[in-house]
């Protein structure tokens, strides 16, 4: 399932259909530092954090992969794959982990004569770690359980350009590391780090382009998405149990890139009743498996690939509680003008519930 996330990411980001040949195609080559310190997500695992963590990276990206309009609009985004080499600053613990990951690049403030730009990241792939918890061997690692997990990072990076072909990139960015609760203990390890490198452009140049830019949508569109995956208990309760949720949207797109919308969701998750009864509760039943909730959202589109953000809150869960928060991160791909892949990670203040693995429906 993990090996499946950076498949899909790289195939969507790297390999998407190319509506214009007339656009040359910019390649890039980056090297970047960084410096930065685990985020004190839990009191009760402070005690990991013993250094500041250090890391270094190695980026190839591109540029022109879209049409003319989408990355005119964006100013032309620079979308790749990272290598990421990252020390936890606790190597008995939390070792190191090795990150490969699909990542979207792209600029919202820029100089006339493009000698600056500022721009945000997504990067979406796949981490081993070489420390985790082990009941026997690293029952300390009360982080994290698996060797495998999900690399998530989103940040802030800006570029001055040196010459023509050389760029200085500085930036900051928050990782977080997570198995979707494939394995539990799963709270995560959350790190924020400062970055410094140097890009280098080796073939092409970016063709300034024009193109007319339609009129934003004005209407609203209504969408259906079916998400699958499987979760866990406890590193003391043994096997992964089915999860699901069916969620109904109204989304209000406000220009071509960005949308804001709501909506309704109904989830079922095998393990509840089992929660429960560890719990404490005295009788339970089937329908405890299911709960329900709703949320808002805000989504930026570029071409086929859709980011999203989503707050919610539950109207009904016998093990959650009456509005207790929730929320999701991730990508939708436009498969076809209605039909849509899901790929979402949903959590409670950033501990992983499970990945939503959905396919969905838009009109």
């Known amino acids: 399932m993990k090996r499946g996330l950076f498949i899909w990411l790289c195939l969507a980001a790297l390999f998407s259909e190319t509506a214009s040949q007339s656009q040359p195609t910019s390649y890039y080559i980056d090297a970047k530092s960084l410096y930065g310190f685990i985020i004190p997500q839990h009191d009760f695992i402070d005690y990991l954090i013993q250094k500041h ?4 990276e190695m980026d190839i990206s591109k540029t022109g992969i879209q049409n003319q309009y989408w990355d005119s609009i964006f ?22 982990a090795n990150s490969l990951f699909a990542f979207c690049n792209m600029p919202f403030i820029h100089t006339s004569n493009d000698r600056f730009f500022l721009s945000w990241q997504i990067g979406l792939g796949i981490a081993y770690l070489n420390k985790v918890f082990d ?16 690399h998530i990072n989103l940040g802030i990076n800006s570029t001055f350009k040196i010459t023509d072909r050389i ?11 997570s198995n979707g609760k494939l394995k539990s203990p799963n709270y995560g390890l959350n790190v924020m780090t400062a970055n410094v490198g140097l890009s280098y452009r080796f073939t092409g140049k970016q063709k300034k382009i024009n193109p007319t830019v339609p009129a934003p949508l004005k ?33 209000k797109p406000v220009t071509n890139k960005h949308s ?39 989504e930026i589109t ?33 498969i076809t003008p209605h039909l849509i892949g899901n790929l979402t990670l949903k959590t409670h203040w950033a501990v992983a519930e499970y990945i939503e693995w959905g396919i969905g429906y838009k009109w």
């Open 75 to 96: 100013h032309f985004p620079r979308i790749g794959i990272g290598y990421h080499y990252l020390d936890f600053g606790n190597k008995e613990m939390l070792g190191t």
């Open 167 to 177: 760029e200085l990139t500085l930036g900051i960015r928050g990782m977080h590391y």
């Open 260 to 298: 804001f919308g709501a909506g309704f969701d109904v989830f079922y998750n095998h393990s509840l009743p089992e929660e429960l009864m560890i719990g404490g509760a005295n009788h339970v039943t089937s329908i405890d498996n299911f709960y329900s909730g709703i949320h808002l959202m805000y």
């Open 135 to 150: 009941m026997n061997t690293n029952y300390d690692d009360l982080a994290i359980s698996a060797h495998w997990n999900a």
């Open 302 to 334: 570029y071409y086929r690939i859709i980011m999203t953000i989503q707050i919610g809150s539950y109207l009904y869960s016998r093990y959650y509680g009456l509005f207790t928060p929730y929320d999701r991160v991730g990508l939708k791909y436009k």
């Open 219 to 251: 209407k609203y569109n209504t969408e259906i998405i079916y998400s699958a995956g499987m979760t866990t208990i406890s590193a003391y309760e043994k096997g992964n149990f089915f999860i699901s949720s069916l969620c109904a949207d109204l989304i």
């Open 53 to 56: 963590v250090t890391a270094w």
